[in-house]
């Protein structure tokens, strides 16, 4: 299973960005997906998650209203639509599948994850 993230990039503070997860060799149709970030010198964190059918959504309360968490079939991407950026946003970005299972934010519950994109903010 291979996932590719990208999209990141250098944006000032109340920018936008969008991130895309692309699924090389399977499908996300039918699995669960999440991002997450690991900021400098701090432990991975959850941005957000989306259900294998699109129905269910989840976030961060950090990001919550800000970003929006959506899944393109057809192209077999997962996209991670980020406005309104802070410097505490900075951060490098991973997508994540789970095997089964719904909508989580522990980063344990997902089997397999892309290399990261890197999100900088600046103020």
């Known amino acids: 299973v291979q996932l590719q993230a990208s999209g990141g990039g250098l944006v000032s503070t109340g920018g936008s960005l969008r991130l895309s997860c692309l699924a090389y060799?399977?499908?996300?149709?039918?699995?669960?997906t999440g991002w997450f970030r690991q900021a400098p010198g701090k432990g991975r964190e959850f941005v957000a998650s989306i259900s294998w059918n699109a129905e269910a959504t989840y976030y961060a309360d950090s990001v919550k209203g800000r970003f929006t968490i959506s899944k393109d079939n057809a192209k077999n991407t997962v996209i991670l639509q980020m406005n309104s950026l802070k410097p505490e946003d900075t951060a490098v970005y991973y997508c994540a599948r789970r095997s089964y299972g719904g909508i989580s934010d522990v980063a344990e519950d997902y089997r397999y994850w892309g290399q990261g994109t890197l999100v900088t903010v600046s103020s």
């Open positions: 060799t399977h499908t996300f149709s039918s699995y669960t």
